[in-house]
């Protein structure tokens, strides 16, 4: 079934989360570092099913993606320490928000000082130019 899954992703091109990072062409450290976490975490909390899917998973996908340059990144392994932690699923995308701001902030104001976007994909392309209208003179 798993094997299924990765082919049938990979040939119709699916992103197949955990996987790929923009920089990293090797698997993130950080997922690295995140793994081992949760390796412990098993060790003194107990195993966790999904662990050893997600170890298979990688292990079928790095033959057939690691030379495009996709491996693991650090969230493939984070929703398994946030269960094991006993954080609510529902959660998980504001914690991994959070721990992003800080880096987001920083391009933001480094953005705003160079007066430039930097990243191609955050560059504007809607409708220009709109009028505007101040909040004191709407309805």
Same mark, same amino acid.
Request: glycine share 8%.
């Given at each position: 079934?798993?094997?299924?899954?990765?082919?049938?992703?990979?040939? $119709?091109?699916?992103?197949?989360?955990?996987? %790929?990072?923009?920089?990293?062409?090797?698997?993130?450290?950080?997922?690295?570092?995140?793994?081992?976490?949760? +390796?412990?975490?098993?060790?003194?909390? %107990? !195993?966790? +099913?999904?662990? +050893?899917?997600?170890?298979? #998973?990688? !292990?079928? !996908?790095? /033959?057939?993606? %690691?030379?495009?340059?996709?491996? /693991? $990144?650090?969230?493939?392994?984070?929703?398994?320490?946030?269960?094991?932690?006993?954080? /609510?699923?529902?959660?998980?995308? /504001?914690?991994?928000?959070?721990?992003?701001?800080?880096? @987001?902030? !920083?391009?933001?104001?480094?953005? #705003? %000082?160079?007066?430039?976007?930097?990243?191609?994909?955050?560059?504007?392309?809607?409708?220009?130019?709109?009028? @505007?209208?101040?909040? +004191?003179?709407?309805?």
């Amino acid at each position: 079934m798993l094997l299924l899954f990765l082919d049938n992703a990979i040939k $119709n091109k699916s992103k197949i989360m955990g996987f %790929g990072h923009r920089e990293y062409k090797v698997k993130d450290p950080r997922a690295i570092i995140l793994q081992k976490l949760a +390796e412990d975490l098993f060790i003194r909390f %107990g !195993a966790d +099913e999904m662990y +050893e899917v997600a170890k298979s #998973l990688e !292990a079928e !996908a790095i /033959p057939r993606l %690691g030379p495009k340059g996709i491996f /693991p $990144n650090v969230d493939f392994y984070s929703g398994l320490v946030y269960r094991k932690l006993g954080i /609510p699923r529902d959660l998980f995308t /504001p914690i991994f928000a959070i721990s992003r701001v800080a880096g @987001w902030l !920083a391009h933001w104001r480094e953005q #705003l %000082g160079a007066n430039r976007i930097f990243r191609p994909s955050q560059i504007y392309t809607g409708a220009s130019p709109r009028d @505007w209208t101040s909040l +004191e003179n709407r309805e």
